[in-house]
């Protein structure tokens, strides 16, 4: 079974700041998921990925298949992004359809006005 | 596009109650189904996974006859909760992925399950 970690668990920085969260799983997989969390609980998926970088306005996220990990960056951080971020990853790599996911412990991430 | 939907949001019920939870991809076919359950400042798990007209297959430790799933048709998936205990009480999330992308899932908003 995968295994994902997140780091850092809790972060607060204030608004305008650049974000970096870290995520880290031990067996190679096809792609990695990045989701958001809000208070109340609904998920959102942010990115699905598989290589290189890609971006959606002030997120970026990034993945090195070699070295088993990836990164999400947000750009001038607002409050509103405050949330959970949660990384996932297959729990074995697969060469076609979907396997069930390893979430990460998430990163609760508050930006202060 | 790729919306998935979960019905009821939010439901309490008595111990000892069964409760059936949906999930529903709104605009694309789905031949796999996934479970995932949140308790409390807990990671989210996996529970089962449902490919549309065969049994579920089930996470070590996630009773079967407790956790029913049906997934009848390629775009929608229910999960009932039988004789529901307060320990059941968690967050239940389901996600859907076309077989035609790899490990492309779709998540639902969740339901949240409280038994008294």
């Known amino acids: 079974k995968n295994e994902v970690e997140q780091s850092p668990q809790n972060l607060t920085a204030q608004e305008g700041e650049f974000i970096t969260i870290n995520c880290s799983y031990s067996?190679?997989?096809?792609?990695l998921h990045w989701l958001q969390q809000h208070p109340g609980g609904g998920i959102v998926s942010l990115f699905m990925?598989?290589?290189g970088k890609k971006k959606h306005g002030r997120l970026i996220a990034t993945i090195n298949i070699q070295e088993k990990h990836s990164s999400l960056h947000i750009t001038a951080s607002h409050p509103r992004d405050s949330a959970v971020y949660i990384c996932?990853?297959?729990?074995?790599?697969?060469?076609?359809?979907?396997?069930?996911?390893?979430f990460g412990k998430g990163t609760h991430l508050i930006i202060q006005p | 596009g790729a919306v998935v939907s979960q019905h009821p949001s939010r439901v309490i019920c008595k111990s000892g109650t069964s409760v059936k939870i949906e999930c529903r991809s709104l605009?694309?076919?789905?031949?796999?189904m996934f479970w995932y359950r949140q308790f409390p400042k807990k990671s989210l798990m996996l529970m089962a996974t449902?490919?549309?007209?065969?049994?579920?297959?089930?996470e070590q430790g996630v009773e079967k006859d407790k956790f029913l799933i049906n997934h009848a048709s390629l775009t929608l998936s229910t999960l009932t909760v039988t004789s529901a205990h307060p320990e059941d009480s968690s967050f239940y999330i389901c996600?859907?992925?076309?077989?035609?992308?790899?490990?492309?899932?779709?998540f639902g908003p969740g339901t949240r399950l409280t038994v008294l």
């Open positions: 990925l598989s290589s």
């Open positions: 449902s490919n549309e007209g065969s049994k579920a297959t089930y």
């Open positions: 067996v190679g997989i096809s792609a």
């Open positions: 605009d694309f076919q789905a031949t796999t």
């Open positions: 996932a990853a297959p729990d074995k790599y697969s060469g076609g359809g979907a396997d069930g996911l390893t």
């Open positions: 996600s859907a992925s076309r077989s035609s992308v790899i490990n492309e899932q779709f």
